[in-house]
């Protein structure tokens, strides 16, 4: 694993993720410094790295010289122990340090081939901590407005605030979770705005793509599911070990059935998540390097293709505005309804087997 553990803050609270690459570049894209690599920009922009990069110079004598910062690398070996360093030591990958080097990937092995643990703050961490402090400043403020006695109406920014609060609290923890709305809805809360404020920062120029990031959010389906299987009362799982009014000859074909919807929901709240906001970052990208693809081609292919890829672009970039709040809303109500179905009262049920 290219990454081990990273910190996930919600609402005060520490979580722990696992943070890998999106994707892998394709042993078929090849770096050639006088072409554009669509390939490798697009890749480039949407898997996750230990450096955060800005933008690249060309140099009169062809080399290139690239704007970024290079993030820490933790990393733990049971034979070399812990080692702290600068990602720029690498020297993108033309050395080694630390007894470590980097692939053509710019994944770092040890050079004896041990085993060790990756602790590194990554592009991905650095934006999930972005938007913790974030959350946490939203959060407070509003509450110190609200425990000020001398706010008697909320205004600006709390009355903004308030909105959405009392829209996931009415609309989403209430239908779902009737009297236990309460109970739930700080976390419903904290995953709705941890998702929506970390979509809305994918969309700035340069930005780390955290929904993106299939490791998050199977972080974010499993703290869901771990809160639905707690939750859960004994006739939730009668139900499924024993669904009434069912006959006991289709008792085989039932319970394997149950059990596995049980285990597809955090699935399909991760698979949802990631798949729809990478898609509308490969969109984005795909239409940006058409304009240099056919640029290379002749320039004013170029201008003549930019002249789509711009229009669409900007489309698809005020689409995904919506569909970042939207996703932050699927994930919600999904993670709800789930909780919901597991915590309800049991009910009388009339059960006839035949």
Same mark, same amino acid.
């Given at each position: 694993?290219?990454?081990?553990?990273?910190?996930?803050?919600?609402?005060?609270?520490?979580?722990?993720?696992?943070?890998?690459?999106?994707?892998?570049?394709?042993?078929?894209?090849?770096?050639?410094?006088?072409?554009?690599?669509?390939?490798?920009?697009?890749?480039?922009?949407?898997?996750?790295?230990?450096?955060?990069?800005?933008?690249?110079?060309?140099?009169?004598?062809?080399?290139?010289?690239?704007?970024?910062?290079?993030?820490?690398?933790?990393?733990?070996?049971?034979?070399?122990?812990?080692?702290?360093?600068?990602?720029?030591?690498? =020297?993108?990958?033309?050395?080694?340090?630390? $007894?470590?080097?980097?692939?053509?990937? =710019?994944?770092?092995?040890?050079?004896?081939?041990?085993?060790?643990?990756?602790?590194?703050?990554?592009?991905?961490?650095?934006?999930?901590?972005?938007?913790?402090?974030?959350?946490?400043?939203?959060?407070?403020?509003?509450?110190?407005?609200?425990?000020?006695?001398?706010?008697?109406?909320?205004?600006?920014?709390?009355?903004?605030?308030?909105?959405?609060?009392?829209?996931?609290?009415?609309?989403?923890?209430?239908?779902?979770?009737?009297?236990?709305?309460? =109970?739930?809805?700080?976390?419903?809360?904290?995953?709705?705005?941890?998702?929506? &404020?970390?979509?809305?920062? $994918?969309?700035?120029?340069?930005?780390?793509?955290?929904?993106?990031?299939?490791?998050?959010?199977?972080?974010?389906?499993?703290?869901?599911?771990?809160?639905?299987?707690?939750?859960?009362?004994?006739?939730?799982?009668?139900?499924?070990?024993?669904?009434?009014?069912?006959?006991? @000859?289709?008792?085989?074909?039932?319970?394997?059935?149950?059990?596995?919807?049980?285990?597809?929901?955090?699935?399909?709240?991760?698979?949802?998540?990631?798949?729809?906001?990478?898609? $509308?970052?490969?969109?984005?990208?795909?239409?940006?390097?058409?304009?240099?693809?056919?640029?290379?081609?002749?320039?004013?292919?170029? &201008?003549?293709?930019?002249?789509?890829?711009?229009?669409?672009?900007?489309?698809?970039?005020?689409?995904?505005?919506?569909?970042?709040?939207?996703?932050?809303?699927?994930?919600?109500?999904?993670?709800?309804?789930? &909780?919901?179905? @597991?915590?309800?009262?049991?009910?009388?049920?009339?059960?006839?087997?035949?």
């Amino acid at each position: 694993m290219r990454y081990f553990l990273s910190v996930l803050v919600i609402c005060s609270v520490v979580q722990l993720s696992f943070a890998k690459d999106a994707a892998v570049i394709s042993d078929s894209v090849k770096v050639n410094t006088k072409t554009f690599d669509a390939g490798q920009m697009i890749v480039e922009h949407i898997t996750d790295r230990h450096y955060w990069h800005l933008f690249s110079i060309d140099r009169a004598d062809g080399t290139e010289w690239r704007a970024e910062v290079n993030l820490p690398v933790i990393l733990y070996s049971p034979t070399h122990g812990f080692s702290c360093f600068s990602f720029g030591r690498f =020297k993108d990958g033309e050395v080694a340090y630390g $007894g470590y080097h980097l692939d053509e990937h =710019k994944h770092i092995i040890a050079d004896d081939g041990s085993k060790f643990y990756d602790f590194s703050i990554s592009k991905v961490v650095v934006q999930i901590l972005i938007s913790v402090i974030l959350m946490l400043w939203i959060f407070s403020s509003v509450a110190k407005r609200y425990a000020s006695p001398t706010v008697k109406a909320p205004k600006g920014f709390q009355s903004a605030m308030e909105v959405v609060i009392l829209f996931i609290r009415d609309e989403v923890a209430k239908p779902m979770l009737g009297n236990k709305a309460n =109970k739930y809805l700080p976390y419903l809360l904290s995953v709705f705005f941890f998702i929506w &404020i970390n979509n809305m920062l $994918g969309l700035l120029p340069g930005s780390a793509n955290v929904t993106g990031n299939i490791a998050i959010t199977t972080t974010l389906a499993l703290m869901t599911f771990i809160i639905l299987l707690f939750s859960s009362k004994s006739h939730y799982w009668k139900h499924i070990i024993a669904p009434p009014g069912v006959p006991y @000859a289709l008792y085989p074909i039932m319970i394997p059935v149950e059990i596995l919807s049980v285990l597809t929901k955090p699935f399909a709240l991760l698979i949802r998540l990631f798949a729809n906001m990478t898609a $509308g970052h490969l969109i984005v990208l795909s239409f940006i390097t058409m304009i240099f693809i056919f640029a290379q081609k002749s320039l004013t292919a170029g &201008i003549g293709v930019s002249i789509f890829s711009v229009a669409f672009s900007v489309f698809i970039y005020f689409l995904e505005i919506l569909v970042a709040a939207l996703q932050a809303y699927i994930f919600t109500i999904l993670s709800a309804l789930f &909780i919901g179905q @597991a915590a309800e009262e049991p009910e009388h049920h009339i059960e006839h087997h035949k």
